[in-house]
């Protein structure tokens, strides 16, 4: 089996940039993924080139791996990786997506898809918290 190589992305945001790896065809359907706290998007890169016929889009979180750090006096509630999400979500213009987490990342898809439904198809949680 050849190993699938990431594309490396750059998401730019309202006040940050994101960093994201990504695999599959861009025309595939999406799976965004999250990680855990004070990991990365490379947290996806056994997993990701297993998951054919889908694009899958791992994304490192505001201040983690190559992320913005957000600007000094701001903290990392929930609350904004929530927003970031959001964010992220309309850039690609999709009308629903399927979310990947781990750990935080898995707590983070679940918010997201309690606050957001319609956004959401399908979670799939990896050690949810």
């Known amino acids: 089996m050849s190993e699938q190589k990431a594309e490396e992305l750059r998401?730019?945001?309202?006040?940050?940039?994101?960093?994201?790896k990504a695999?599959?065809?861009?025309?595939?359907p999406p799976i965004l993924a999250l990680h855990g706290w004070l990991d990365n998007a490379g947290s996806f890169?056994?997993?990701?080139?297993?998951?054919?016929?889908?694009?899958?889009?791992?994304?490192d979180l505001a201040g983690h791996g190559r992320s913005d750090h957000r600007p000094p006096?701001?903290?990392?509630?929930y609350?904004?990786?929530?927003?970031?999400?959001?964010?992220?979500?309309?850039?690609?213009?999709?009308?629903?997506?399927?979310?990947?987490?781990?750990?935080?990342?898995?707590?983070?898809v679940s918010m997201f898809a309690a606050l957001c439904p319609e956004r959401v198809g399908r979670l799939l949680l990896i050690e949810g918290l």
């Open 11 to 20: 998401i730019p945001l309202r006040h940050l940039s994101l960093a994201a």
């Open 23 to 28: 695999w599959g065809h861009a025309d595939d």
């Open 73 to 77: 006096g701001n903290w990392y509630p």
């Open 45 to 59: 890169d056994r997993l990701a080139p297993l998951l054919r016929g889908r694009r899958v889009i791992a994304l």
């Open 79 to 108: 609350v904004d990786f929530l927003d970031d999400l959001g964010e992220v979500v309309r850039s690609f213009g999709w009308p629903t997506v399927d979310l990947l987490g781990h750990s935080l990342g898995a707590t983070l």
